[in-house]
Every structure is written in C-alpha cells, then in structure tokens.
C-alpha cells in the first residue's frame, strides 16, 4: 500500500482553473480560488483590473447600438457601459467585500455615493491588497471555451484567447473555468415597429457617454430605469426637449418631482411606431419628432466564447439550467458562472460564490447529483412562472433571505442588518428624492451602526 502524504494530497486536489474577467465577480474568484490551493489564471480582456468599473471614453468604434442592430455581431468594442457622470446608487458601506471595507480615502471621492472611478480605485486597492494582479494576463481575449475530448472520468477545457496587440493565439487546458464576464455590456433592445428603417439617430445608453452631442436636441429616452432617469435628469439641461417614455406611468414621487420642475421634460407611455418622418408614436396616439431615441432598455446575458454543446444556453435572459445560478448541472463542478444574479448586494454574493465553487472544486464542498440540481432548476423556474415573473427576470433576486440561505452553502456570513437597511434606505430615498438622495439622507443611526461594526473596526488599513 503507498501511503499519501498531505502535501501531495493537497496538490491532487488543486485545479488549474481559468477565470474570465478581472471585474468585481472575477478578482474575488481568483482571491478565492487562490486561498483554497488552486492555480489561477485570470485573462481580462482590457489592460486594467475592474471590468464594468474600468471607464471607457472612447466609443467612436462602438456599433451605437451596441452590435445589437447585427444579430450575428456578439463582438464589442467597448465592455464599460459606464457614462461620465455616473454615481454610485448604493451608499459606499454596503458595497464592500466581507473583509475589505469600500472606506472613503483622503485625496479621492469620499462621499457616501462616489463617482465610478471611486469604485475602479477600490478595486484597484483590493488587488493590490491580496496580490491579485500577478494572476491576471491583461489584453488578452477568450475567444473559445470547449470540453477537450472526453478521457476516461476527468472533464477539462480547451481555451482559446489572442493577445490582442500581436495578435497571437494561445490554447491551453484548463481543469476548470470560472466565467466572470459580467453582464452589463451587451444592449438588450425592444421591437418596435419601424425602427430598423428609421433614419435618425438610434443610440443605447451603453455608448452613452455626455450630454453634449444631444445639445438642442428633441431626445426620446425609451426606459425609466435608474439610468434612463439619470440621463434623462442630465440631458434635460442641453436638450431642446427629452421625452422619456415608460412602459408604467405609474412613476415614483421622485420621478414626478424633476419631470415638475422641467418644463422640456414629458413622460410618454410606451413607442407604438417609428415613421420615416422622423415622428415618434406613443400607444396613446400622441407624437413628437425627435432627432434621437436613446434606449435606456438595459442588457443582456451572451457568452459568445463558450461552446458547451446546448447544456447552457441563454433563452430570453434565462441563463440555464444553472443550480443556483452558478452551476451548469451536468458541466458542474468544472464549469461555473460568478455574477449572473441582478437585484442584490453585489460583492459580498459574488464572494459567497467565488468560495463555493473554490470549495466543491478542491473537495471540500460538494454538488448534488445532476439530477438533482436539475430539479432544483425546474422547481425554481416553475416558482418564477407561477409568481408571473417574465422570464428575462429570471436572474433577479431582490431577496435578503436568499442571499443569506445562498451564503449557508459555504458558511459565509449573512448579510449584516444594518447592510440591509442601509440598501433598503437607500432605494426608498431614491424613489422619494431622486435629484438628491445621493446627498441628502436621513439614515445617520443606521450608518455608525455599520461604522462601529466589525466589518470596519476589524479592517486594519
């Protein structure tokens, strides 16, 4: 009999694993993966850490409409949907990784709702902090992710990616891969009719970047989401008229506050038509010529690199089957997703997840069987159907309770209380004071709650 040492059993359990994307979801990955005795390699498309939060002005090259306007284009330019004046929405102390507190630093934006280069720096420092940039190839692309040939029990991947200054491909196997590649990049547009013989200008936020190509402007802003408000409030001050049309005119008291105070900002119900005389039509018959329509409709899921032979695809902005919307059920544990989940705490879930997926794949942690996982899929879609949730909401959560039932797998802390409220707070701030709950909040009990917490006071900076 030949005895094992620990050493060497440490060393089977390890995984060569590629992680895709050095966002939120993808650094903590790698930190994760790393911790758990694995070897990691992150390839990152851009030439810094911080995915979404890396700020992209340029966007001349970008397709207006994202390359949504050519079905068979999944190729972007451009990954940051991020626009100049954007601020955060979420107050800077819930927004921190469980042992890295997003604190405000003399000489930078230390306001409770920062700009979004505050939050690329903390992601910068949170690199630096654990030594994560060492793992990352930067200016690389993943261009295929596909099982190599099946050998007897061990599942690995072929991954393909090109440096994208020489050109060169490289393919490598892999044990595992983690696909980090966020999911607010690619334009999810609505059908309209006339809109693909429209002749004036047609742009999605995503190539959003300032007010000024819109000066003196009549501008439909079509979505009335936090970003279609955010912009509709920004360009309202260059714009001769923004028309913001809403699928619900049922608007938050915030809303109706702004569009009150500006006498060029109108709330529309939802486009029935596009004419070529440049009018735009509203399903209540009424109409405006306007020279641009700027689709605030949001994103979708693609993953046009992964070939996994129709065990996952995307339906309508469904992700599936995904257990737990991290696992493929019969590609698991070898193939796993960070950062699908929308409507939540972001970071704290995504290191939840990096260290699940760490844990089952050095074997501490385990799945349960295919079909099981795939059950757990089903009854979660009938529970969504039956709720009548669209099916592109399916990877909504808005729900504390299955964040902290999620953070049960691995034994990570719930969320704290006072995370909660502050989020909570927040949100109703911004439904009752649009224009400036981001300065102006009433939350001062809950917030020394969460300074003398332990997740600042144990933090030594």
């Not at 929405?89 to 979004?116: C, N, Q, V, W």
């Not at 910068?124 to 992710?145: Q, T």
């Not at 044990?175 to 004036?200: F, Q």
């Not at 257990?323 to 193939?335: A, G, N, R, V």
């Amino acid at each position: 009999m030949v005895s094992v040492t620990s050493s060497e059993a440490s060393r089977s359990r390890s995984k060569k694993v590629c992680v895709i994307g050095a966002g939120p979801s993808g650094l903590v990955s790698a930190r994760e993966l790393r911790k758990e005795g694995h070897k990691v390699v992150v390839m990152e498309q851009n030439d810094d850490v911080g995915g979404q939060w890396l700020y992209q002005p340029n966007v001349e090259e970008e397709d207006p409409l994202g390359g949504s306007s050519v079905p068979t284009n999944d190729t972007l330019k451009v990954h940051s949907s991020i626009y100049s004046s954007l601020r955060l929405t979420s107050p800077r102390e819930i927004m921190g990784y469980s042992d890295f507190p997003f604190l405000a630093k003399k000489g930078r934006d230390m306001r409770r709702f920062p700009g979004h280069k505050e939050l690329w720096l903390y992601l910068k420092d949170f690199s630096e902090a654990f030594g994560i940039r060492e793992m990352i190839r930067f200016n690389v692309r993943v261009e295929f992710v596909g099982e190599e040939d099946k050998r007897a029990d061990v599942r690995r991947w072929i991954v393909r990616s090109r440096e994208k200054s020489s050109g060169k491909v490289i393919e490598e196997i892999f044990d595992a891969v983690v696909v980090a590649t966020g999911h607010y990049s690619h334009p999810r547009l609505p059908s309209i009719k006339g809109m693909d013989s429209w002749k004036r200008k047609q742009v999605h936020s995503h190539v959003y970047r300032v007010p000024d190509p819109f000066r003196n402007e009549v501008v439909v802003v079509v979505g009335n989401s936090m970003s279609g408000q955010d912009i509709s409030m920004e360009l309202v001050e260059v714009a001769k008229e923004v028309h913001l049309s809403a699928k619900s005119l049922d608007i938050s008291s915030g809303l109706s506050k702004v569009i009150s105070k500006h006498q060029n900002l109108l709330l529309h119900p939802q486009i029935e038509s596009l004419e070529d005389d440049g009018r735009v039509i509203f399903v209540d018959g009424t109409w405006v010529v306007a020279d641009t329509i700027l689709y605030c409709t949001g994103y979708s899921y693609k993953f046009p690199f992964l070939e996994s032979k129709g065990r996952v695809e995307v339906d309508d902005d469904r992700v599936g089957p995904l257990f737990e919307h991290t696992f493929p059920p019969c590609l698991s544990p070898s193939l796993s997703f960070v950062g699908i989940p929308r409507k939540l705490i972001g970071f704290p879930f995504f290191e939840a997840q990096a260290k699940w997926i760490a844990q089952v794949l050095s074997g501490k942690s385990s799945l349960p069987s295919p079909d099981q996982m795939l059950q757990s899929v089903a009854d979660f879609y009938r529970s969504r159907d039956l709720a009548g949730i669209p099916k592109h909401n399916t990877h909504d959560i808005a729900d504390f309770t299955y964040c902290d039932k999620y953070a049960d797998y691995v034994g990570f802390p719930h969320l704290e209380e006072w995370r909660k409220q502050l989020c909570l707070s927040a949100l109703t701030n911004s439904q009752e004071n649009l224009e400036t709950y981001r300065d102006s909040w009433d939350d001062h009990e809950l917030l020394q709650e969460a300074l003398q917490s332990s997740h600042f006071t144990n933090f030594d900076c």
